[in-house]
């Protein structure tokens, strides 16, 4: 991604801030305890999760994005019907939080995108040993640290690749822009490499909120969802969301 365009991603974020009146310093905190907690080569008693597992993480990730013919990102008001529809000839998906349980199986999904609100649907899919990018906010931590901690005592632990929405760096962390799970996994494949015109989104609503979204206050959300739909915008996309 052209370093600008990532910038705008980015400053979105102190947009975002700013009309929820959220504290820049508290996604400071979430980031920089997410950062210490994995700043070992065994965070977690898993070794998978240490910065070098973490980065091979990433990069088999992107590895496989760049190399599919279309990657299909799948949000909160995804529908299994939808999904049936997908032609499987080498396609690679990424589920925005819990829409990954709009899935029948794992087989072609790459990697969720999650702050970790997504319920039962996304710790299946930790059991199941599938990738995360686990993001820090603001009023998550203690979250986050309660589902890590729960996910790393499951026989085959979930890989992972961090991210944050700050300003400052964390080694082992990245910003990928972008603001809800949905608008962030598009930002991330951007990121990764894939061509806009190779992506194809299911599930992007700003009418309703979705069946797979975690428990939220309805006018919040709704308010949340516009500025999803701006973020889509600014690669051309927004003619794919209901």
Not at 157 to 172: A, C, D, I, M, R
Request: charge should be negative.
């Amino acid at each position: 991604m052209p370093e600008g365009h990532l910038q705008d991603l980015i400053d979105i974020q102190n947009d975002v801030r700013l009309a929820f009146q959220w504290d820049y310093a508290d996604d400071v905190e979430s980031a920089s305890q997410m950062d210490l907690a994995f700043d070992n080569e065994a965070p977690f008693g898993i070794t998978d999760w240490s910065f070098q597992g973490r980065c091979d993480t990433l990069k088999e990730i992107c590895q496989i994005l760049i190399s599919a013919k279309k990657v299909v990102i799948i949000g909160a008001a995804a529908q299994e019907e939808m999904l049936e529809k997908i032609n499987q000839d080498n396609v690679s998906i990424i589920a925005a939080d819990g829409s990954v349980g709009a899935l029948k199986d794992f087989e072609n999904l790459v990697c969720i995108i999650s702050d970790l609100d997504g319920g039962d649907y996304i710790d299946l899919a930790a059991k199941k040993g599938q990738r995360f990018i686990i993001h820090a906010h603001g009023d998550n931590h203690q979250r986050w640290m309660d589902i890590i901690t729960k996910w790393s005592d499951f026989a085959m632990p979930p890989k992972l690749v961090l991210s944050h929405q700050t300003n400052e760096e964390f080694p082992g962390m990245e910003n990928f822009g972008g603001f809800t799970d949905g608008d962030r996994a598009l930002c991330f494949a951007i990121w990764a490499g894939v061509k806009v015109e190779n992506i194809e989104l299911l599930g992007f609503s700003t009418k309703k909120i979705g069946r797979w979204s975690g428990v939220t206050n309805r006018e919040k959300k709704l308010k949340k969802l516009l500025w999803m739909e701006k973020i889509v915008s600014m690669f051309n996309l927004n003619n794919q969301i209901d």
